[in-house]
């Protein structure tokens, strides 16, 4: 599975690429040709040419993290901040939502629980607690399809 770590590569995988691309940013000190430095390294010149523009702007420093993060997780909050970096529009988390949803992607929920998890507390309050917090599903009275209730007219 591409994402067991809960939405990013391992850090062994982490570092082989980082390594890659710290090789491709001696390339461009050299001033190698794009269509070079991808033949040795083995990766496609459109990559090449994505991280000699990212070490163009900030040096090999640039081309460590992508977008700024030190993970690789992309929450909605990221996703909205990257939109709108790059294409100059502003979108609420939900309209980021129902973007990705549109375009086919979806959740991805973690394979591993969190070592602090307590399965008893968790049973005990999802059996007290939450029925007490949650809204009755069904109205007591039957409903009525007018806009304005009859007894307010």
Same mark, same amino acid.
């Given at each position: 599975?591409?994402?067991?770590?809960?939405?990013?590569? +391992?850090?062994? *995988?982490? $570092?082989?690429?980082?390594?890659?691309?710290?090789?491709? #940013?001696?390339?461009? !000190?050299? &001033?190698? =040709?794009?269509?070079?430095?991808?033949?040795?390294?083995?990766?496609?010149?459109? +990559?090449?040419? *994505?991280? $000699?523009?990212?070490?163009?702007?900030?040096?090999?420093? #640039?081309?460590?993290? !992508?977008? &700024?993060? =030190?993970?690789?997780?992309?929450?909605?909050?990221?996703?909205?901040?990257?939109?709108?970096?790059?294409?100059?529009?502003?979108?609420?988390?939900?309209?980021?939502?129902?973007?990705?949803?549109?375009?086919?992607?979806?959740?991805?929920?973690?394979?591993?629980?969190?070592?602090?998890?307590?399965?008893?507390?968790?049973?005990?309050?999802?059996?007290?607690?939450?029925?007490?917090?949650?809204?009755?599903?069904?109205?007591?009275?039957?409903?009525?399809?007018?806009?304005?209730?009859?007894?307010?007219?």
């Amino acid at each position: 599975m591409r994402y067991a770590l809960g939405g990013g590569l +391992s850090d062994e *995988r982490r $570092r082989f690429r980082e390594g890659i691309r710290m090789n491709a #940013a001696e390339g461009f !000190a050299r &001033g190698e =040709p794009s269509s070079a430095i991808a033949k040795e390294l083995r990766v496609s010149v459109r +990559s090449v040419q *994505r991280w $000699r523009r990212a070490w163009d702007k900030g040096g090999p420093r #640039a081309m460590r993290v !992508a977008h &700024g993060w =030190p993970d690789q997780r992309w929450t909605l909050s990221r996703i909205k901040t990257v939109t709108g970096r790059r294409f100059h529009k502003s979108y609420t988390l939900q309209g980021v939502r129902k973007l990705l949803i549109r375009h086919g992607f979806s959740c991805q929920i973690p394979t591993r629980r969190a070592v602090e998890r307590n399965e008893d507390q968790v049973t005990g309050w999802a059996k007290e607690t939450w029925p007490q917090v949650e809204a009755p599903r069904r109205r007591s009275t039957p409903g009525s399809s007018l806009r304005t209730r009859p007894a307010s007219r």
